[in-house]
């Protein structure tokens, strides 16, 4: 057996795998994503049974095969078995594990990544706050942390930053677009946006992570506020993701 070695992660997916295995593919702080075998994991009396699923974050020991890495030992830390009967919650937990997925690259450092899935999970488990305000904050702040995020400070074009009664938003020009600029370089994509709608994107993506979710929307400003980001978000990929196409079909 190759020397062990422990990574902290999260399970995003887990695949049957044979008659007793699974594979599982985790976002790690140390080795960025990673798929690994957990060999009897189906069995009923397997120590892995409850731990590789999605959802369970923890310490994954595993030692290193061939051609992938297999589970040796996990230490569970939060499994949140409690979303499975929260409707629609689950399916958008599922959806920011696919959403980690898409992003996840293997040799980065995923601390971040994964902290803003812990808070998001939990977040989805508090009856105080809107699920769809959770998608929006985990959307927004998942792109600023891919290095895609808006600009949401300053006009795009000029540099300036636009005055309240002056805001508008492009999405092909990614982020605000004051009014001198939208006549200016002719674009014809933007729309107006509320100060409060830019303050709440504004928000999201400068907060730090533990902040994220201690505000609130009005509804009015949450539908606003989830045109843009949805929409920024279905620009910046090119996948349609299977939790989100059941989400369109139950809200």
């Known amino acids: 057996m ?20 699974k594979r599982i593919v985790l976002l790690t702080r140390e080795r960025g994503k990673i798929s690994a075998f957990a060999k009897g994991a189906r069995k009923p009396n397997s120590p892995f049974r409850a731990a590789a699923n999605p959802f369970v974050f923890g310490a994954f ?6 051609s992938s890495y297999n589970l040796n030992q996990v230490e569970v830390t939060h499994q949140f078995v409690e979303l499975a009967g929260c409707q629609p919650g689950v399916y958008y937990g599922y959806y920011f594990l696919e959403l980690a997925d898409y992003f996840g690259r293997e040799g980065t450092d995923e601390k971040e990544m994964m902290n803003l899935l812990y808070l998001s999970v939990k977040a989805l488990l508090n009856p105080h706050i809107e699920d769809r305000l959770v998608r929006c904050v985990f959307e927004l702040r998942t792109m600023a942390e891919q290095g895609l995020m808006p600009q949401v400070f300053r006009c795009v074009c000029c ?34 946006i509320s100060p409060s709608a830019l303050y709440a994107m504004q928000f999201i993506v400068s907060m730090p992570m ?10 009015e400003v949450l539908r606003e506020t989830e045109r843009f980001i949805h929409t920024y978000m279905a620009k910046n990929t090119d996948k349609r993701f299977k939790s989100l ?7």
């Open 2 to 21: 190759s020397d062990l070695i422990t990574v902290q992660g999260v399970v995003l997916s887990a695949m049957p795998v044979g008659e007793y295995d």
């Open 61 to 66: 020991t595993l030692y290193e095969g061939r």
């Open 159 to 192: 540099e300036k930053e636009p005055k309240e009664e002056e805001l508008f938003f492009s999405q092909e020009s990614h982020g605000v677009v004051c009014r001198d600029c939208l006549v200016r370089e002719n674009v014809l994509d933007a729309r107006r």
């Open 210 to 219: 533990g902040k994220l979710f201690t505000f609130t929307l009005s509804e």
């Open 245 to 251: 196409q059941i989400l369109e079909l139950m809200c």
